[in-house]
């Protein structure tokens, strides 16, 4: 009996090699394509890339303990899906924005979260991860038409 060990090529049970989800996961984020033409790519089906993609974008990214080190600027986005089957859904983007102050780089993605808009924030990030962050910002009056923002000091937190 002849053996092969492909863990190196693939996890256990996986449709897709760790260089697919490596293609798939640098052309969703990078050349902007959609889940459909990433599937249609694969030869799988809609579903199956989405899980993949979405597994190997939280093994790579979310999943990585160093993605806060460094990071003094951030901004926190909320954004909402109205077009959805099952009413609104929403999601909260956290970005690294210190490569653009310091003129480095891009922004980069730190975190995204489902979930209501206002019930995060990273002042709920563990304390670790919050000491280097020198402010964040975000604006939730501009959910409520017609409200007026509050002062600029306000959006501006100092971490503990």
């Known amino acids: 009996m002849w053996r092969q060990d492909t863990s190196k090529a ?19 984020v990078c050349q902007h394509l959609t889940v459909a033409r990433l599937a249609e790519a694969l030869a799988v089906s809609w579903n199956t890339a989405n899980n993949a993609v979405l597994a ?20 926190v986005d909320e954004h909402v899906w109205r077009h959805t089957r099952r009413g609104d859904k929403y999601v909260t983007v ?10 480095t780089g891009p922004a980069r993605l730190l975190d995204m979260i489902e979930g209501a808009p206002r019930s995060r924030s990273p002042t709920g990030w563990p304390s670790g991860h919050r000491t280097g962050v020198m402010a964040w910002t975000s604006l939730p009056w501009m959910a409520s038409p017609g409200s007026r923002p509050p002062p600029l000091k306000s959006y501006l937190r100092q971490p503990r």
Not at 10 to 24: I, N, Q, T, V
Not at 94 to 103: A, E, S
Request: proline residues 6%; without cysteine; hydrophobic residues 45%.
């Open 94 to 103: 956290i970005i690294d924005l210190t490569p653009v102050r310091d003129g």
């Open 56 to 75: 190997e974008g939280q093994r790579v990214l979310i999943a990585d303990p160093t993605r806060f080190d460094g990071v003094a600027v951030i901004g």
């Open 10 to 28: 693939a996890e256990p049970r996986a449709k897709l090699s760790r260089r697919a989800l490596r293609w798939a996961l640098e052309a969703l």
